[in-house]
């Protein structure tokens, strides 16, 4: 009986371990951005560069086939956000296709921007499949310390 014993802290343990390891897993689900779980659903969902140069914040999201008038730009809460729709292609009825993977209809991408910026002054171009977006970078007055003074209050007030 004492090797049975033996097994029981070591199964306990090992199921103590499995449990962390499943709520870890759903975290890291729950907080997954909703462009990464519509990837995973096979959703269409265009690529995105974000960098910081000369005084600016630059986006690149990559919209291949799209016209400017099937996109729309968004600054909402401290977030760039890029929607629109590509259009499904007229397939030939005659055609026997082999492969079809260009994705395509809605898609809805928001890029937060943790950098003090200037939505208002934001700027949008499309050229060659890309969509540029520029917003200036301001000064982060969150840094910024504020003394308030402190007044005596009279007794009885």
């Known amino acids: 009986m004492p090797a049975a014993r033996n097994r029981a802290p070591a199964a306990l343990s090992e ?3 499995l449990q962390r390891e499943v709520n870890q897993l759903i975290e890291r689900l729950t907080r997954a951005e909703p462009a990464e779980s519509a990837a995973a659903a096979g959703e269409w969902v265009p690529s995105v560069d974000v960098y910081d140069a000369g005084g600016q914040v630059h986006l ?3 919209v291949p086939g799209l016209p400017p008038e099937s996109l729309e730009v968004v600054c909402r809460n401290s977030s760039v956000v890029v929607s629109g729709e590509r259009r499904a292609p007229r397939r030939d009825p005659g055609a026997g296709y082999l ?3 260009r994705l395509h209809g809605r ?3 928001a890029i937060p921007i943790d950098v003090a910026v200037s939505f208002s002054d934001a700027r949008a171009r499309l ?3 890309l969509l540029h977006i520029s917003l200036p970078k ?3 007055r969150r840094g910024r310390s504020i003394e308030i003074p402190v007044e005596r209050q009279e007794p009885g007030y």
């Open 15 to 17: 199921l103590v371990l």
């Open 60 to 62: 690149v999201v990559e």
């Open 99 to 101: 492969c079809l993977e």
């Open 107 to 109: 898609f809805h991408r």
């Open 127 to 129: 050229a060659d499949g």
């Open 138 to 140: 301001r000064q982060d």
